[in-house]
């Protein structure tokens, strides 16, 4: 995960494993191993060239000293900025990528807002293995995302020139501590649940059109590639100002985001 330290995106973890332990329990990942060569952003670890930068992570987690640097308040950001991400309904243009809590602005030409939720994988050198792909790289891990989309007065997509953002977060989850079949999301609006259940196709899907790319388009570590784990059965209903939408999984946190007022 990724947190705002004095401005600067900074590499944390959150207590108990697996992020689900609770969003203030959140240490500071380099200062806890303490070697100076230890990335100090999430981005930084992805491009790490071994496994052993993560076990140093994952010793030092586990040792007595971890409740030392647990940061206090920590404002949570998108835990890391894709050198692509792709998706089978990506929109053209380019995308604002941002975090939990962030406000999604109103794309100015917009009569209403739809999103869909997502999960997206993201690949590294160093995780689960990745069948079709080229040696070496692997399923690093997994986050959450809510993609936004911007419609016009009859529910097409909207001409406006802005393309709404996409948010992801609130953490990565490593390959190792999740099952992505299993993965169990509840998207809400208001607080109203309006789609859940788990990936099951939709995870076997996901992973073979990572392969696919990775042989065609050649995907390397930092490429990240998200599928909704709705097909057909997303949340579908208009969103105005001020609505408030969150994606929950098990072990992965809340992503929450709020739209702000039109332009």
């Not at 001409?159 to 953490?171: E, F, N, S």
Request: charge should be negative.
């Amino acid at each position: 995960m990724s947190y705002d330290r004095r401005g600067h995106r900074r590499l944390g973890a959150i207590l108990g494993g697996g992020g689900g332990g609770r969003p203030d329990r959140v240490v500071d990942l380099p200062d806890l191993v303490g070697h100076p060569a230890f990335p100090t952003t999430l981005e930084a670890l992805v491009a790490a060239s071994g496994g052993t930068v993560l076990d140093a992570a994952v010793a030092a987690l586990e040792g007595d000293e971890a409740e030392a640097f647990v940061v206090d308040r920590p404002r949570l950001l998108s835990p890391l900025f894709p050198r692509t991400l792709r998706s089978p309904d990506a929109r053209p243009g380019e995308r604002r990528v941002l975090g939990p809590g962030d406000e999604i602005p109103w794309p100015p030409g917009a009569a209403w807002l739809d999103y869909e939720p997502k999960v997206v994988a993201v690949l590294g050198g160093w995780g689960r293995p990745l069948e079709g792909a080229k040696p070496g790289l692997r399923v690093l891990g997994y986050t959450l995302a809510n993609d936004w989309s911007a419609r016009d007065a009859s529910g097409d997509p909207s001409p406006a020139p802005t393309v709404p953002p996409i948010a992801l977060g609130p953490c990565l989850v490593t390959a190792d501590e999740v099952e992505p079949q299993t993965l169990f999301l509840t998207a809400r609006v208001a607080g109203e649940v309006v789609a859940k259940g788990n990936l099951n196709g939709a995870a076997r899907d996901l992973l073979a059109l990572l392969a696919y790319l990775a042989r065609t388009e050649g995907l390397g570590r930092g490429d990240a590639v998200a599928i909704s784990p709705f097909p057909g059965a997303g949340p579908g209903r208009q969103l105005w100002p001020s609505a408030e939408v969150d994606l929950e999984a098990e072990g992965f946190g809340v992503l929450a985001n709020r739209i702000g007022r039109r332009a």
